[in-house]
């Protein structure tokens, strides 16, 4: 039954048929090992060094700064350091939090439950735009009501793909220092690099306590491990462990993972790439074959998401329902902006679909679009969302 | 250099020696091969299917009710589930908690650090005094602040060691339903278990979603691996997993220990218990040789702890002096109180010290309350605290 099958473009996962089980088996026994009978014991709020040492090393390694594994603190993937640095930041519900206006749709969801208030910065190619950044800290701070970090993807952004330029990065700093901000950067798709030199995280440009750096392993490794960390010079770190409540991360998981990473981080990331870049390729060729002149679409250096743009004028509904009608699995567009809006845009993750399924899932995914401008219906309602395109991108 | 030697009665862990290194390394191999590929993909917010089968059919068995495993989420130890349950049912801070007056001091740091404001209930051998609590959520509901819920130890209670009797367990139901209340039942301790019957869970007495049931494998295996779960039947299951925010628990945890419990659940905690019961009788042993007159000592049937009521005269600086000292590592009894007052008590935990040297432990800590109680600076002080004792038990 053709017609059944499922083109997974869905969430941000890694590539299921290279996860090293065999590998991660046999380290098990080691890191348990290792462990011993400290399991006895809590992990303490910083958790394993061990894993921890690697992680630091990772980043010396990539950002060419000294970091200590004493200002890492691992977490349940990133997304525990994404809330752990609100619930310690915020005061009361109501406050502010400052993010680009598309971004992660977990942020916008975790943040909004926590009370938290998301405002929007326009974005551009290059992410977060540094004029309006600055418009939006001054107005709130003349409204008596500044934020309480600015929350960025500078790398790899969710969902567009884009990466801030060095110059760029330089400016951010500046204009959080300015507003006294605490900027938290989310560089979760960290080393999932594919071409051309990698940009500097912010937290190597500036070494202000008021810079947070998330981290995880869920997008070199896998998410079903739940291993991430946060970094942050003291006083900061302290900071965020007094509202750590979860009496730390585990030592089995961390243990495990440490003994397989140990030895091989880079090999291991290296080989994921290769595999990753192939896929994200194929979908670049799929659309040069299918989709040009029709749809518009990001061309990512590195992460696990291809931005793809079409015509306002397509019914979303006809479009939601072609989708999912010919099992073509994506993320709609309307998640990632910090309030719903519906633009004309949908986000594929291209990590966890076999090689061999791009091809066929993007000429059916241009098919679908295709059909939705057709619609006739669809032609009222072009006026209006064409402002809306404009604003986003 | 004996005089170095520790004699540590400190933090509730589990006996190290006993810890099945060799087993759970097996068993890694197992259960990393038996999750393969699905690595990549998120645990879910409920989390591993195969730990949560086995830990169901835990309370299925100890509770003789049917427990499903949608009803329960794998929390970081029991203590994620602790300040899950505060962040879901916490509207803003000051909002009103009520335990019993003694408990678990993570649970009042964590409580108060999220805003709360503890209300704490008398206690006696039975544990909380259904008479107190009953009066004290009236007065809290003339008043305007009904609290958020109530949060109680009623089985191995922490610090006391106490265990709620069953006709009281339907008091406490009874009370919490007639005040409409939400009764959250931590029983981190449940299965650490050494003589006569066991009590039943508040959770298989009441089939009401307010009755909200946390455990862990802490206790009977270690804190290390930060495994627990939540219980709670819908809708208050997805009011809770609405505040969790960490993506779920880590499926190579939970995996391995689903692999090592599968087959031996009931074998691994009987063959560790007994070894408890062990270190425990010898500190009733040590108490009776040495402390008898001097000190009192609660005799629990289960749990990980001894709680120890000194003379109300000991001067707590010069106790507190002696037992850094002679490196007899304990809890004050301070830190279980809701409102830090400084009751002549100190917490004993059995289950990491070794077997040998628990009555050395026990005769240096019964030498240091005498040193206590003969300096002279503590009588002008032993009038206000006897008040003080007598309304803690």
């Known amino acids: 039954m053709p017609d059944m099958k499922t083109y997974d473009f869905g969430s941000g996962r890694t590539d299921p048929a290279s996860f090293p089980v065999a590998e991660l088996a046999a380290a098990a026994q080691q890191g348990i090992e290792e462990v011993g009978t400290d399991f006895v014991n809590y992990p303490g709020e910083l958790g394993h060094l061990g894993l921890r040492e690697i992680m630091a090393m990772r980043e010396t390694k990539r950002e060419g700064i000294e970091v200590s594994p004493d200002h890492l603190t691992l977490t349940n993937g990133s997304f525990q350091g994404v809330t752990m640095v609100a619930e ?4 009361r519900p109501g406050e502010i939090i400052v993010t680009e206006e598309l971004t992660y749709s977990g942020t916008i969801g975790a943040y909004k439950r926590m ?9 551009d190619d290059d992410g977060m735009r540094i004029d309006a950044l600055d418009r939006t800290l001054g107005e709130l701070a003349r409204r008596g009501t500044p934020p309480r970090f ?3 993807l500078a790398t790899y952004q969710n969902p567009t793909g884009s990466v801030m330029p060095r110059p760029r990065r330089f400016e951010l700093l500046e204009v959080a220092r300015k507003h006294r901000v605490v900027v938290v950067e ?12 990698v940009q500097p995280a912010l937290y190597a440009l500036d070494d202000s306590p008021d810079v947070v750096y998330l981290c995880s392993l869920s997008k070199i490794f896998g998410p ?5 960390y946060v970094l942050a010079r003291p006083p900061m770190m302290e900071r965020l462990l007094d ?12 243990a495990v ?3 397989y990473f140990r030895d091989r981080l880079w090999d291991h990331i290296e080989f994921r790439n290769a595999l990753l870049k192939e896929k994200r390729d194929a979908v670049f060729a799929a659309f040069e074959k299918y989709g040009d002149g029709l749809c518009s679409w990001t061309r990512p250096v590195g992460g696990l998401f291809i931005w793809v743009g079409f015509p306002p004028v397509a019914n979303r509904q006809v479009l939601r329902e072609q989708l999912a009608e010919r099992q073509v699995l994506h993320a709609p567009g309307s998640s990632f902006h910090v309030h719903g809006q519906d633009v ?6 291209f990590g966890f679909i076999d090689r061999e399924d791009v091809e066929e899932g993007v000429r059916l995914l241009v098919e679908c679009v295709r059909a939705a401008v057709a619609d006739s219906a669809a032609i009222a309602a072009s006026e209006s969302e064409s402002v809306t395109m404009a604003s986003v991108v």
């Open 88 to 91: 310690a930041l915020m005061e």
């Open 150 to 152: 600015v929350y960025t």
């Open 186 to 197: 989310d560089n979760c798709y960290g080393d999932v690099h594919f071409e051309g030199p």
């Open 224 to 228: 079903g491990v739940r291993l991430g």
């Open 344 to 349: 004309p845009f949908l986000r594929l993750a």
């Open 243 to 254: 509202r750590r409540y979860d009496g730390g991360n585990s030592l089995l998981a961390a």
């Open 115 to 123: 009370g938290a208030q998301l405002v929007g910065v326009p974005i």
């Open 257 to 259: 993972c440490a003994a």
